[in-house]
T-cell receptor
Framework: NAGVTQTPKFQVLKTGQSMTLQCAQDMNHNSMYWYRQDPGMGLRLIYY???????DKGEVPNGYNVSRLNKREFSLRLESAAPSQTSVYFCASRAVNSPLHFGNGTRLTVT | GDSVTQMEGPVTLSEEAFLTINCTYTATGYPSLFWYVQYPGEGLQLLLKATKADDKGSNKGFEATYRKETTSFHLEKGSVQVSDSAVYFCALKGQGGSEKLVFGKGTKLTVNP
């Protein structure tokens, strides 16, 4: 099983550029999440999707959009990247009453 | 809102030393509590969990007990190994159907031979 797969692993953007971070899980989980990890800040929830067709804001949604394309895939889009969005982004998924399964992260640098 | 406070790192220990990483929480009702571990270059992995007061979660020699009276979930290991070097995160999930997991800021542990 691949688990949670994130692409790309690394990305460098210039301010104002856009990009989409991809996430797919093969565990038939209903819920999927996007977190960002910053030094000294721990993990902060950006958006989550409790089931296919639904999305909700987390703690730090500004500057991001998400799409739950189907049960497997949950993408995160930056429409106009800013240096403050330099971070490591983690996608996660879980089944009901089960712990989170994380991908290996996307390291994004915005210059 | 719900929150988790864990001891600041970094923590540096010698192999076979005793480890404690403190974690306290603020939440209404009876949240579920978790410890996650992140090895270099990887995502987080569940280390252990407890879902009700006085439960003890354990895995790979690590233990943590859910203490409702002190709102704590401290992580302990009697004898650490070099391979335990990682970042450890305490987390909680609110009672009921909450979808959100709230994480502490993480504690980096380095174990020297």
């Amino acid at each position: 099983n691949a688990g949670v797969t994130q692409t790309p692993k690394f990305q460098v953007l210039k301010t104002g550029q856009s990009m989409t971070l991809q996430c797919a899980q093969d565990m038939n989980h209903n819920s999927m999440y996007w977190y960002r990890q910053d030094p000294g800040m721990g993990l902060r929830l950006i958006y989550y999707s409790a089931s296919e067709g639904t999305t909700d804001k987390g703690e730090v949604p500004n500057g991001y959009n998400v799409s739950r394309l189907n049960k497997r895939e949950f993408s995160l889009r930056l429409e106009s990247a800013a240096p403050s969005q330099t971070s490591v982004y983690f996608c996660a998924s879980r089944a009901v009453n089960s712990p989170l399964h994380f991908g290996n992260g996307t390291r994004l640098t915005v210059t | 809102g719900d929150s988790v406070t864990q001891m600041e790192g970094p923590v540096t220990l010698s192999e076979e030393a005793f480890l404690t990483i403190n974690c306290t929480y603020t939440a209404t009702g009876y949240p579920s509590l978790f410890w996650y571990v992140q090895y270099p270059g990887e995502g987080l992995q569940l280390l252990l969990k407890a879902t009700k007061a006085d439960d003890k979660g354990s895995n790979k020699g690590f233990e943590a007990t859910y203490r409702k009276e002190t709102t704590s979930f401290h992580l302990e290991k009697g004898s650490v190994q070099v391979s335990d070097s990682a970042v450890y995160f305490c987390a909680l999930k609110g009672q009921g159907g909450s979808e959100k997991l709230v994480f502490g800021k993480g504690t980096k542990l380095t174990v020297n031979p």
